[in-house]
């Protein structure tokens, strides 16, 4: 024990894309503490975006030109593997994209702490005050979903899911209109994300009593090696399942979806409807798939329920849904479901896991697009008190503006999975892995759910098209740069993968041909 | 796993003051839900992680114990203090601190100690692990944070960073903000 | 274990004086009623009045709260890196200089922020 430790190995060029982005968010601080104000939006901006950039810059140059890597790198702590490669590469656009629709309108309150409808708020306003601390907060947000699904033990995971989650609940709570309600989803996502995290930390506890150790690799081996202590890994695999999925937002842990998804600022629900289910889900199939990897035949028929559930009451219940966002909330729970199908398509086979894998990866990505093109619309129909929200505001949109119309039903139609759209490759990558690691009877459930779900969607667009615009309807704003290249990037990318999905499928299978490091 | 588990009887020394805090723990728990003064409440949580940092110190986890008083006992409890002032709780009883749903809530805590408590005992019912002072002493800890745990300890970091700027982002009342 | 032996001894012996400098002032000491001895001890001052109820504290005290929480963790694990710090060398050294670095922002933002300011 004399002498020095020898000095841990951390590949600093691996995680130097969560890196780069960590370091922005601390300068963004700096910068909000001793620039002046009138500069700071003007660096911040800039600051974020370009952080952004270059870690996606980065995450390509170590996948492209350094290969993946095959050993988990800080001491085993992260792994930054084919799959979390590519998942990085998707959360970072995803998060580009969401900065620009931030940076687009006036989306956050002036002053938070002034208590709503007071005098304060009003003199906030006055003064155009602003809390140009949203952009470090969100690049925090970020650098927590790019650790948490390359964590490769349940520490890591959990100091991510905090870092992840801390921001997102403060910035749900910032919205500029109908701020009572987002206040209340600020406190209700809280609340709720803290117990949930409260079941990771303890389903990770009942884990190191069972395997004596915290990395997922160990705990995989101990699954097979250690007997008789089971209650302690079914329990503690519950568990830490119970604050896997709340984040994802499966039933019976969806409740905070809706509530959250409706109060937050647009911006911030695009990027979580984005970029927190990407980082989620690699954490989910990850711990899934390789720490309890040998328990498959004990969690299996558990997620089958969960995604039956998932599917069924994402989508029957977006059928009553009367505000817009409640309603895309749903849907995306629905999009959980159809996404479990996959986490469930494993077998022994390695190429039937690769298949399953890449399936997922793919449906992320064209999910991602959608979803924040699909919000970065609801910005732009406004009423006099803000986003037009009630779906009877949208009646008729499609003979006000049909281009704007038009491109929300394209997205309803992706999300619907109508080929043609990136919604039906991903789809059926998902379900095809599902049918071939057996699970038809839940592709039929997928399939029946997804035509249930067709059928809001296209209530949606007939709304829209075919019934007469209220006469003091809803107007349209002119979107800033940043959200008409949002939706048209959105829109390029539903296009794109749904008529030539190739190159992003076989990156997808390629970056799921190694399968997670262990 | 070769060390002969000695028997239950008769307990040891550290045996008993550990099944002792344990009952203090349990009972200032009980006190905490069940007290009608909310301050009291936030009082007894001090009795009962005092006990726990005292099980800690027993089983030789002395970093942890003391990480439990220093940051538990003094500064968790002075926060749940404030957050109880900060709002419009009255000092003194308080009627409507029950609520209908106290039996479902019961319920609930029952069967989630039942179960737990299923767990650790059919988990940990031969298992033996003899304590070994010195493990839990600040030492070895600090090597094993800066070798294994470097990087969650960084990210650590830049949790505390991103908490207190919504802290300031939330409380900020200065509308004008420094030039 | 034997280490905290004589802690424990000494935090009995603390409690004893303490229960015992309590318990024997009702029996020993002179018993004068007085309204001042009635009124909450506010270090010698003329006590503050106080609305009916308790009142509401300002949020300045909370945002004081985190603040000590904050640097409270960061001083925890100061501890044990000085404890081994011998051992740990130049690694342990820069990653501890990165983490308070990092605090230290948060300080710089919460100061620029007028966190520290009480009025």
């Known amino acids: 024990m004399n002498g020095t430790i020898q000095a841990p190995t951390i590949e600093y060029a691996l995680l130097a894309p969560m890196l780069v982005v960590f370091g922005a968010a601390i300068v963004g601080v700096l910068v909000e503490a001793f620039a002046p104000r009138y500069l700071r939006s003007a660096i911040h901006v800039p600051l974020t975006l370009l952080s952004l950039a270059g870690a996606f810059a980065l995450t390509i140059w170590q996948a492209a030109a350094k290969g993946i890597p095959t050993k988990a790198a800080a001491m085993g702590a992260v792994a930054v593997d084919g799959p979390a490669l590519f998942i990085w590469g998707t959360i970072l656009v995803l998060a580009f994209v969401s900065v620009l629709l931030i940076k687009g309108e006036d989306h956050f309150v002036a002053a938070a702490s002034a208590v709503p409808g007071s005098a304060e708020e009003e003199q906030a306003l006055h003064e155009g005050a602003a809390h140009s601390e949203i952009y470090p907060l969100v690049l925090f947000a970020v650098g927590g979903m790019l650790l948490f699904p390359a964590a490769n033990d349940l520490l890591v995971a959990f100091v991510a899911l905090e870092v992840m989650s801390l921001p997102l609940y403060l910035l749900c709570g910032l919205a500029r209109r109908r701020r009572l309600l987002s206040q209340e989803a600020a406190v209700k996502y809280f609340l709720l994300g803290a117990f949930s995290s409260a079941f990771f930390l303890y389903g990770t506890a009942l884990l190191y009593g069972y395997a004596g150790s915290i990395d997922l690799a160990k705990i995989s081996t101990a699954v097979g090696s250690v007997g008789g202590q089971d209650t302690l890994l079914y329990i503690g695999a519950a568990m830490l399942g119970v604050g896997l999925l709340f984040k994802i937002g499966a039933a019976p842990f969806q409740a905070w979806k809706p509530d959250v998804y409706q109060g937050a600022p647009t911006p911030i629900t695009a990027l979580m409807a984005s970029g927190t289910l990407v980082a989620a889900f690699g954490a989910l199939v990850r711990v899934f798939w390789v720490g309890l990897g040998g328990l498959d035949w004990d969690w299996r028929p558990v997620l089958y329920g969960v995604a039956i559930l998932t599917m069924v009451v994402g989508a029957v219940l977006a059928i009553t849904q009367t505000d817009i966002k409640r309603m895309l909330a749903y849907s995306s729970i629905a999009h959980g479901g159809f996404l479990l199908v996959g986490v469930i398509a494993t077998g022994k086979a390695a190429a039937q896991n690769a298949s399953a894998l890449s399936g997922i990866l793919f449906y992320l990505v064209a999910y991602g697009f959608t979803t924040v093109g699909a919000f970065a619309v609801v910005t732009m129909v406004r009423d006099a008190g803000g986003e037009a929200w009630h779906l009877s505001r949208w009646a008729g949109l499609g003979k006000r503006s049909p281009l704007l119309a038009g491109i929300f039903a394209f997205f309803l139609l992706a999300f619907a999975g109508i080929p043609l759209t990136s919604g039906f490759f991903g789809k059926y990558a998902v379900f095809q892995a599902a049918v071939s690691g057996g699970a038809l009877p839940l592709v039929i459930v997928g399939v029946v759910a997804s035509a249930v779900a067709a059928f809001f969607y296209v209530r949606v667009i007939v709304l829209m098209f075919f019934s007469d615009p209220a006469a003091d309807g809803p107007s349209i704003v002119l979107p800033s740069r940043g959200t008409a290249a949002v939706v048209g990037l959105a829109v390029l990318a539903t296009v794109v993968l749904g008529v030539y999905p190739q190159p992003v499928l076989d990156l997808a299978h390629s970056a799921a041909q190694s399968l997670f490091v262990r | 796993m070769t060390l002969q588990a000695p028997g239950f009887w008769p307990p040891t020394g550290p045996e008993i003051v550990f099944l002792l805090l344990g009952v203090v723990a349990l009972g200032s728990a009980l006190l905490v839900v069940t007290t009608r003064q909310l301050v009291h409440a936030a009082l007894w949580l001090v009795v009962c992680f005092g006990a726990l940092a005292g099980g800690y110190l027993v089983l030789t986890a002395e970093f942890v114990a003391w990480v439990q008083v220093l940051i538990y006992v003094g500064a968790v409890v002075v926060l749940l203090l404030f957050g109880i002032m900060l709002t419009r709780a009255p000092i003194g009883r308080s009627a409507d601190l029950d609520s209908g749903n106290r039996w479902a809530a019961a319920l609930v805590a029952l069967a989630t100690a039942a179960v737990l408590v299923t767990v650790v005992v059919s988990g940990f019912r031969t298992a033996y692990a003899p304590l070994d002072p010195g493990q839990g002493a600040a030492k070895p800890l600090g090597s094993s944070i800066f070798r294994t745990w470097v990087l969650p300890f960084e990210a650590l970091s830049v949790l505390l960073l991103a908490a207190l700027v919504g802290a300031i982002v939330l409380s900020r009342t200065d509308i004008q903000g420094r030039k | ?119």
């Open chain 3, 1 to 119: 274990m034997e280490l905290y032996v004589p802690i424990l001894v000494l935090a009995v012996l603390a409690a004893g004086f303490a229960v015992f400098s309590v318990g024997i002032a009702p029996f020993t000491g002179p018993k004068r009623w007085n309204r001042a001895k009635l009124d909450a001890y506010e270090c010698g001052i003329e006590p503050t009045p106080q609305p009916v109820g308790g009142g509401r504290f300002p949020l300045k005290y909370m945002i004081t709260a985190m603040l000590f929480i904050v640097f409270d963790i960061e001083i925890i694990f100061l501890y044990p890196w000085a404890v081994a710090f011998d051992k740990l060398g130049v690694f342990g050294l820069v990653e501890m200089v990165l983490f308070i670095v990092t605090v230290l922002v948060a300080y710089a933002y919460v100061w620029r922020r007028r966190g520290l300011d009480w009025d």
